[in-house]
């Protein structure tokens, strides 16, 4: 497995708990797509883990489950520096009770982020309200990395990465 | 739960929380990004801002199924748009309702000279999905736009002259929907140009300032028959304001001194433009402004189109029953002129007059004017009719639906304001009287 090499200020943009959102697509092409309700970002950056709610990412958790498929957008609101991760291999379970502390501390994370471009914290809440018991997490290595905050240079990819 | 139709969400492309689009490649690899702008087509069509030639783009050119993520900015409910990429328009109303919007965006957002609009990409909505979560309640819906568009239509309905439905409009916005800086402006078509007739909330009506077709948001909407609404401050669409030179009384550089400054504000934040149409034909443009950013929503775009429509079948009405033959008003007797002569000069060029220095219209009005000025000398005359204006060829209107009427207002409000003791009265249906309280002194100059 390569290693990913995130440039050290994005990866402490990932770590620290920003917007998220899970794309991939079905046998036909169609792709599919959910905010995710947390994440957890390794050290390094090589273990990355989006947390869905199984009632709201129904088709993305399907899809990810047939082919391994997944793209994920980590986005800075007040910044708009942006990455995109890929995978085609991931690890899907059952969020427990060792999930909860990540799950809690990114919900506090983007109250704060949120609260920097004047989104309330009620807002907030409501736009990540989950239970435990109807996450999933979905964990993976990511394979390739692309810059995508706006601007032309929007789609590189980062360097290090799987070519 | 049932589908929603994108009308009941539109809120939602009003871009307070940006939309996330998911593609997929050929390959097989999906791909999510943010996008800046999901505009709001019609029932059936949305259509996203073609800025770059990024893996999106790539993406839908060849596998033209994408998803759209959007989210409730007042709820945080979600919705997920299923579209398919139709095509992509380069120009014309869309894309240049769009490119003002993305333009307030831009600047918004930090982004100016990033975000350029390359294309319209329009797309089908095949479907709508509410995704299941815990969204707050909705607010209470916004109350009194229909009724504001009641009161326009009833105070337009008893309205006998173009005066007073220009008055009405704008104190319908004011009254009923907190407009507080607003103008109408009609289109001179020989001309290419719009003028203000009427305007509130502004330090100087700017009554007679003139905006290039294409300039500005006001500009654009009528050149592209399209409401155009900016959001927030942006330069993109700033109006240039003309240099004023002095002026010299020989050889005036007539297009420099013959400008009125436009009213607007300096620095507008929020600005919604809509064209006032008739019969397929724009009349002019119904335009409002605000100091504050996001103050006019798509419910204010809905009211502006509403009520520029009853406006436009107004100004038509009245144009064609102003020269309906009504008895000549009884002679009064004009008040006798008296005191030092006001000396009036006329330039044949662009049928500019000055009071002494001081400029004061030109144009169509401009020639009105100065034929009423010179029949008064030669004949005596104070009572004149539309009707008469627009058999003399001198005048130079450019056809029959040239808008007289309106013509007629803008001299009037320019008299009341920089005429000195001229002013003329309207006294019947397409009837008015010259009062001159002052001699005068005619002019002409080449």
Redesign the interface.
């Known amino acids: 497995m390569p290693t990913p090499q995130l440039p050290s200020e994005v990866l402490a943009m990932m770590r620290r708990g920003v917007s998220a ?5 079905d046998a036909d ?7 995710a309700m947390a994440t957890r970002v390794g050290e390094d950056g090589a273990g990355i883990t989006v947390y869905l ?1 199984r ?2 990412a129904g088709q993305v958790l399907q899809d990810i489950a047939a ?1 391994g ?5 980590f ?1 800075e609101p007040s910044t ?1 520096r ?1 990455v ?1 991760v ?1 995978a ?1 291999r991931v690890q899907v379970r059952q969020a427990g009770a060792s999930d909860e502390a990540a799950v809690a501390r990114y919900l506090a994370s983007m109250e704060r982020e949120l609260a920097h471009v004047y ?1 309330p914290a ?3 809440r ?2 990540l ?1 989950c239970r435990l018991e109807d996450l999933v997490a979905v964990s993976f290595v990511p394979e390739y990395a ?1 810059d ?1 905050t ?3 240079q ?2 590189t990819r980062l360097p290090g990465m799987r070519a | 739960m049932s589908e929603p139709q994108l009308g009941d969400i539109r809120i939602c492309l009003e871009g307070v929380i940006p939309a996330v689009m998911a593609t997929c490649a050929a390959d097989g690899m999906p791909n999510v990004a943010y996008i800046s702008q999901v505009y709001y087509v019609d029932e059936r069509h949305v259509a996203l801002s073609f800025q770059f030639f990024n893996k999106t783009r790539q993406n839908i050119l060849a596998n033209p199924r994408a998803s759209v993520q959007l989210i409730h900015p007042q709820t945080a409910a979600f919705y997920r748009l299923h579209i398919r990429y139709l095509r992509t328009e380069t120009q014309g109303p869309l894309f240049e309702g769009m490119k003002a919007q993305l333009a307030g965006i831009a600047s918004h957002t930090g982004m100016q000279g990033v975000f350029r609009l390359l294309g319209s990409d329009v797309y089908e909505v095949e479907r709508i999905e509410a995704v299941p979560g815990a969204p707050l309640p909705l607010p209470a819906p916004r109350s009194g736009m229909l009724a504001a568009v009641r009161r326009c239509s009833e105070r337009l309905a008893r309205c006998a002259s173009l005066d007073e439905a220009l008055n009405a409009v704008l104190a319908t916005l004011t009254d009923f929907m907190g407009v507080e800086h607003g103008m109408v402006l009609m289109l001179d078509d020989a001309a290419q140009r719009l003028y203000t007739v009427a305007s509130c909330g502004y330090a100087t009506s700017g009554v007679g300032s003139e905006v290039l077709m294409g300039e500005g948001v006001i500009g654009v909407a009528a050149r592209e028959r399209t409401p155009v609404r900016v959001s927030h401050m942006t330069n993109a669409y700033l109006y240039s304001q003309a240099m004023r030179s002095s002026f010299e009384a020989n050889i005036p550089d007539l297009e420099a001194v013959t400008q009125i400054p436009y009213p607007g504000l300096a620095e507008p934040h929020s600005q919604l433009a809509v064209p006032v149409m008739s019969a397929g034909k724009v009349l002019g443009v119904l335009f409002v402004e605000s100091p504050h950013d996001l103050q006019f929503g798509f419910e204010d775009e809905d009211m502006l189109v509403a009520v520029a429509g009853h406006l436009g079948a107004t100004i038509d009405l009245m144009q064609a029953t102003t020269d309906a033959p009504e008895a000549a008003p009884p002679a009064i007797a004009p008040s006798p002129a008296a005191g030092a002569p006001l000396q009036l000069r006329h330039y044949a060029s662009n049928d500019s007059v000055f009071v002494g220095d001081t400029y004061l219209i030109k144009g169509v009005a401009g020639a009105i004017l100065w034929k009423l000025l010179n029949d008064h000398r030669r004949e005596g005359r104070t009572e004149f009719s539309n009707r008469e204006l627009r058999l003399d060829a001198s005048i130079g209107l450019p056809d029959v639906s040239d808008n007289l009427e309106a013509r007629l207002v803008l001299l009037r409000r320019r008299l009341e304001e920089h005429g000195g003791d001229i002013r003329i009265e309207k006294t019947g249906r397409g009837r008015f009287r010259l009062d001159l309280a002052r001699p005068v002194v005619l002019t002409e100059s080449s």
């Open positions: 959102i899970v794309a991939s697509r092409l169609r792709p599919s797509l959910m905010r709610a009632s709201q082919n498929h997944i793209a994920v957008v986005s708009h942006t995109q890929k085609t989104i009620p807002l907030t409501a736009m309200a692309f995508q706006p601007g032309p929007a789609g």
